[in-house]
């Protein structure tokens, strides 16, 4: 009885040290999953670098980080973002917000990526925060080198009206992101280059 005290402090102590090293291995891993764009034979993973060469090109780039799990609900992960997709809402008069998931088990998953591996655009932004997974939007500008850039968790792109781009996912085959709208129907795809 007389360790009790002694025994509760210790479990006490080794908890904060186990929490400290899982924070730190998190931390570490967040580290490694990083966006990258490649352009004119080089690879960036500076997010104010890739920021600053996306919107020379007119394409919007933000860290918005991570502040959820693969465990969150869609409805969880909006309320989470909920001031970001608020002041983006407001900024590009988006009016509606929802979650989309690609994944391995994801019924007529070939179909579906066959669709946006094709280059296309859209009458309206495509606008993509990445909560899970990966994907990478090949961007082509007017008159310069296509933008390849992979999206990773805590990324948002947004890639304007009529922009000519394609998406495909990486060897995970896995993507969640959240998407905003300017009207309630969305967006489909529209593929001649001349629509
Ligand atoms: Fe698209």
């Known amino acids: 009885m007389a360790d009790a005290p ?6 006490w102590i080794e908890s904060l040290l186990v929490f400290g090293s899982n ?4 931390g570490h ?8 764009l490649k352009f ?9 670098k890739i920021k600053q060469t996306l919107g020379q090109f007119g394409i919007a780039y933000e860290r918005w980080g991570n502040r959820h799990s693969s465990a969150n609900t869609d409805s969880e992960i909006l309320v989470l973002y909920e001031q970001e997709i608020s002041q983006l809402k407001t900024s590009a008069n988006y009016v509606t917000a929802d979650l989309v998931a690609l994944r391995p088990e994801t019924p007529n998953l070939a179909t579906i990526c066959e669709k946006f591996v094709k280059e296309h655009h ?10 899970e997974g990966e994907g990478v ?10 933008l390849v850039f992979k999206a990773e968790p805590g990324d948002l792109i947004v890639v304007p009206a009529k922009y000519r781009h394609l998406f ?13 709208f300017k009207t309630q129907d969305g967006w489909e795809a529209l593929y001649e280059k001349e629509a």
């Not at 924070?23 to 998190?26: A, F, H, L, S, T």
């Not at 891993?29 to 990258?36: G, P, T, V």
């Open 6 to 11: 002694y025994d509760s402090y210790k479990n």
């Open 23 to 26: 924070e730190r291995r998190i």
């Open 29 to 36: 891993l967040r580290n490694q999953i990083m966006a990258e």
């Open 40 to 48: 004119q034979n080089t690879t960036e993973s500076n997010p104010s």
């Open 122 to 131: 859209h009458n309206e932004d495509e606008v993509r925060f990445c909560v």
């Open 137 to 146: 939007f090949e961007l082509f500008p007017e008159n310069a080198e296509p």
């Open 168 to 180: 495909y996912l990486t060897e995970t085959k896995m993507i969640r992101c959240i998407r905003l």
